[in-house]
């Protein structure tokens, strides 16, 4: 667990957290590993856990009207995925996958929800950090749909 403790306290997202808040980090997640293609995140699938990429690159998309998923967000390694495990009704927005080989650390976004219930300096902390990703992503579905947009408009 130790060593768990180190990677974690290591990531961008926990940096500044407190040595309990870690801990707490650290005894509910373990490490996970995403071969080139694979899934990690499913639009409409129950959300209960979260990534903090150590090495690698995730693509987030937005599934599309005709079956063709739009990009929102490249994230490589110290970026979070996933936070829809923090607000109801609990499942994911978008898809995630894997077009390397990726290790992440996996956190039970579940076991943390309670613990944020029981620990409210805890889930504040919590709270602020992941707040800030959501923001984030708006942001970034926001640029990548202008963007869309305006390759959509005829040449004037």
Not at 54 to 78: D, H, M
Not at 93 to 106: D, E, G, K, L, R
Not at 111 to 133: A, P, Q
């Amino acid at each position: 667990m130790k060593a768990l403790i180190s990677i974690l306290a290591a990531q961008p997202f926990v940096q500044g957290m407190t040595s309990r808040h870690i801990e707490l980090l650290a005894e509910n997640s373990m490490r996970a590993e995403f071969k080139t293609g694979e899934p990690i995140l499913i639009a409409g699938g129950p959300a209960n856990r979260f990534y903090l990429i150590l090495k690698g690159r995730v693509e987030l998309e937005s599934p599309g009207a005709n079956c063709e998923a739009v990009r929102i967000q490249t994230l490589g390694a110290g970026d979070v995925v996933g936070w829809s495990w923090l607000f109801p009704p609990y499942y994911w927005h978008f898809n995630a996958w894997a077009p390397v080989p990726t290790s992440a650390i996996f956190l039970y976004g579940t076991r943390l929800r309670e613990l944020c219930d029981e620990n409210h300096d805890f889930g504040y902390e919590l709270m602020k950090r992941v707040s800030e990703i959501v923001i984030k992503r708006l942001y970034s579905a926001r640029r990548e749909l202008v963007n869309l947009h305006n390759n959509l408009l005829p040449p004037v």
